[in-house]
């Protein structure tokens, strides 16, 4: 699964797919695509969204910052830590609270309290550079017209599933099962209807 801590879409995926673990035999895989670089040089989107653009480069950075220094296991428990905070939390909602989040998150997580410099979006730094290659491999396995989630599922990936609430036991595993049947179809691309919830954290 390719996230971006930021996204409460990409939340709800993630606590799918942690249902799915106990009711299938996979495992997850976790990788870190940010949105900030999606939209990055759009003038079209909205002010309000900018700036949560704006925000969004800190728990990316952070995340892929911990995992260069600490291995890849790190990231899902990061990212449980941010997004527990942010989505079910409510919180985040501006710069100085993202800081507060995110070094919760580093002592939730057991990780050193220093990562959180890695939290200011430097373009062209290592971070930024590891960054945009984690992007870029979710963004090249799905293509550009897509936001997060992305799950890749052996040689195919889709943006999605957007779901809420995020379905439990046997309802995860069957939505696993439904995921798995359009992902092996040869020329499935899309099934899609308007979103009228938000998302449910319960």
């Excluded at 960054?131 to 799905?142: F, K, N, Q, W």
């Amino acid at each position: 699964m390719f996230f971006d801590p930021l996204c409460p879409w990409a939340w709800m995926t993630s606590r799918w797919l942690m249902e799915v673990e106990k009711v299938r035999p996979i495992d997850v895989t976790w990788s870190v695509m940010s949105l900030s670089v999606l939209n990055e040089g759009r003038d079209d989107l909205p002010e309000q969204y900018r700036e949560l653009l704006s925000r969004g480069w800190a728990p990316v950075r952070v995340v892929i910052a911990a995992a260069r220094e600490h291995g890849d296991e790190v990231k899902k428990k990061l990212y449980d830590a941010i997004g527990t905070r942010l989505h079910p939390g409510g919180r985040g909602k501006d710069e100085a609270d993202m800081r507060t989040v995110l070094a919760e998150a580093l002592e939730e997580a057991g990780l050193p309290a220093e990562l959180i410099e890695a939290a200011d979006n430097v373009p062209g730094d290592e971070i930024d550079k590891a960054l945009r290659a984690s992007h870029e491999r979710g963004i090249s396995l799905v293509g550009q017209d897509v936001g997060t989630p992305i799950i890749a599922l052996e040689d195919t990936a889709f943006f999605g599933p957007v779901v809420t609430p995020a379905p439990k036991g046997q309802d995860a595993g069957r939505l696993w099962d439904g995921s798995v049947l359009v992902a092996s179809t040869p020329g499935f691309y899309e099934l899609k209807r308007t979103r009228d919830k938000d998302p449910d954290f319960s």
